[in-house]
């Protein structure tokens, strides 16, 4: 080298530093700490998500084997409440629900104050039976899709009443049915509206209609009594379940 170059690269050329370059040093280290960061982030990140994911997969199968678990309970359970239908109380070769004397003793089922013979009052017997459908699901369709829901457990108002009293001895589904065939003209009458219709008794306007014509309808001011039924129109029907010593 020329002796007349040695101040231009002395200018253009950081001048070395004892123990090493420190500037061009600590540029490389910056940018492999920034990689680092990322990587590590990136790898934190991922590791949550995965097990956020794996904690949802687990979380949704255990409900859905809660949900497969409640609905075949609920199948089970809504056909188990409904065997009394198919019994044979007094062994007469007539199932319950087709008996006009469920429990044998002479007196029919709807003016009888032990229909079922168990022993316990028929107004007993109801709320013991409404009791144990609390909780039940609301048949939000009301039997619009067809039985589906209504075999897996949901029910309307009325089934409360027309449930509870068929637990109790009296099958309001066949007291409706006979009294049809002899006073048709106490329903509606509409092409549809006949015991044929399997929700010929689930409909409020009609169970009104038996009642009324029936003489079963209290007259205003009367005290109630827990198990009376109670409508409201046509269209809700509910039952007493206390009455309170003011009356209400
Ligand atoms: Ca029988
Ligand atoms: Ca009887
Ligand atoms: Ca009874």
Redesign the pocket.
Known sequence: MSRGLKPFFRKMMPRPRRGGDKNSGSFLQVEIKKENKISVFLSVFFSFVFKAVKSLLILFNILLFVLAITVIHSYVSAEKWLEHRYADTDKDGIINMNDPDV?GDGIPNITD??????????R??VLKAARTLIGRPYDQFNAGCGDILWKFGAIVCIDVVNLSFER??IYFEKELRDHYKKSPKSYVSRSWNNPSDKNFARRVRNFRAFCTAKGYILPDGAALKPADIVMFGNSHAALIEKVNEDGS
């Open positions: 429990d104050t032990d229909p079922n013979g168990n022993g316990i009052h028929v007993e017997d109790a001895g």
